[in-house]
């Protein structure tokens, strides 16, 4: 195994670790794509995820401490910052959440079909992925 897959492996099996993630609720199944330390950012890493909704799924109200950059790749979701507007987006559109943003509305827009979409983290190394906020 090179080193990129042994790094990618150990990524994949910290970020699955993590109590937040891995306790996910019901019905919403993240997966590790990738991780990336970003060498000209001194202490900040890139990190790709995918989520999946089973229909009618619902995250709780979180943040990340992160830019997130999500692409919706199947079906259609519904989100919102603490703040904003409530957002339906489907396959090929796009949402950001900023490092203070709170996620206070993130589901599937479905009931019957699921959705599925990718996510781009941009954070400090070793920070958690997900902090549920009450």
């Known amino acids: 195994m090179n080193k990129t897959c042994v790094s990618l492996f150990l990524a994949s099996a910290a970020l699955l670790a993590q109590p937040a993630i891995a306790a996910g609720p019901e019905g919403v199944t993240v997966k590790p794509v990738m991780a990336k330390d970003l ?5 900040k890493e890139g990190l790709m995820i995918t989520v999946d909704y089973a229909p009618g799924a619902a995250d709780p109200v ?3 401490h992160a830019h997130a950059f999500v692409y919706v790749l199947e079906g259609a979701i519904v989100m919102q910052v603490k703040g904003g507007k409530e957002v339906t987006l ?11 943003d709170i996620h206070t509305v993130g589901r599937n827009a479905s009931s ?5 979409f990718l996510v781009l ?5 070793k920070a958690e992925v997900l902090e549920l906020v009450k």
């Open 112 to 116: 019957t079909q699921p959705a599925k």
């Open 90 to 100: 489907t396959a090929g559109q796009s949402f950001y959440e900023g490092p203070n």
């Open 62 to 64: 979180h943040r990340h």
């Open 121 to 125: 983290l941009l954070k400090k190394k």
């Open 39 to 43: 060498s000209d950012l001194p202490g």
